[in-house]
């Protein structure tokens, strides 16, 4: 990315949503966020796995980045720019979803939800989900019994992801925490992945241990989208289905971001 792409990034949007409890947008500057992503970027090509402040001896296989050039594709990486009440710079990092399976990698802000309880509430879900699925497999294509289990499926796979979002909690700048479910401000399905993204991850880890956001900004890292809408090195504002819907709520009680 050149001089002049970077200048454009630097002055557009990139971390923001509505909050239904103000009603107003509320957002982030990336600028101070962008130099620390190049910095981030350096690290990831030059070390090619994400646990680089470790001793190449003690890396873990996992935590390469070779995963990012397969058919898996890349991922987003974000970098939130803090102060803590001393006003001391912070800088938290994080990448969305899971690094090869891997839910939580030192020096790297957490998950939002216990990796634990989640892979058990999968499990247990999926001792009900994985039998309809089978018996489907053997019915006769859009046969009445066919569509009656599609639908017994659709409603179990529906309880089994409402039960996934209530373990999550998410935390805004007025000392507030919600479900999942009462942070998204749509009134609509929430996404899967609701909250598995670098700005939420940052945002609640920052507001848990009270500190001030100041700038943030994500990037794409690995082989581009199938859609090629989003290639390595390039920085995308925050997802409009998953995050938008509770960054407003998130952001709730920041004040005076530097620009």
Known sequence: MGTKGRKEYVNSRSCFGYCNDCGEVHELPSGIAVGHCYALMAKLSAHQRIDFDKPLEDADPRLST????TEMRGRMF???????????????RAFSSRHNGVWNVEGWVPPLVDEHRFVAEVELGNLDLHPLTD????????????????????????????????????????NEKRSLADAFHL??????GTGDCCAPKLLNYAAVHQLKPLSIAEFFWGKATASGHRVEGGFYSSCEEKCQPILGYMLCGVTNPIQ
Do not use: M, Q
């Open 66 to 69: 070779d995963s990012l050039y």
């Open 135 to 174: 018996l489907i497999a053997t019915l006769p294509r859009e046969s009445r019994e066919w569509y009656a289990k599609l639908a017994e499926r659709r409603l179990v796979s529906h309880g089994i992801l409402a039960k996934l979002n209530a373990l999550y909690e998410i935390h805004n700048f007025k």
């Open 187 to 192: 009134k609509k399905g929430i996404p899967v």
């Open 78 to 92: 974000g970098i939130l720019v803090c102060e803590d009440k001393d006003g001391n710079e912070i800088i938290l």
